[in-house]
């Protein structure tokens, strides 16, 4: 088994110095509490019957969404099923339902 000696250090090494922030954490040097100013809310009264509204659409859109992807994954495995079936050569892939009389 090799011995592996540990290479000479590099002669093109940087280091890099970190300087410590002295802003606000996550704020750029320099920036002040104006560049910050077009985030704040207003005054204005929160319309919480909209926001409401607003997120029932939402959510009901998503709902929409959702059942149309299932729908159409369902649709998708049937069709592959019986498009499967006839491949094989059988006949009769696809069921007939036939009501059933009642005898009275």
């Known amino acids: 088994m090799a011995h592996h000696e540990p290479s000479a250090p590099d002669s093109g090494a940087q280091v890099i110095d970190f300087r410590r922030r002295t802003s606000h954490r996550g704020a750029q040097p320099g920036a ?54 006839v491949l094989t050569g059988r006949r009769g892939c696809t069921p007939v339902e036939i009501p059933v009389r009642s005898r009275y």
């Open 32 to 85: 002040t509490d104006d560049d910050l100013a077009k985030f704040a809310r207003d005054d204005t009264p929160d319309d919480y019957r909209h926001r409401m509204i607003v997120n029932f659409a939402a959510l009901a859109f998503v709902a929409i969404l959702v059942g149309a992807g299932l729908w159409l994954a369902d649709t998708m495995a049937s069709m592959r099923k019986n498009q499967d079936c």
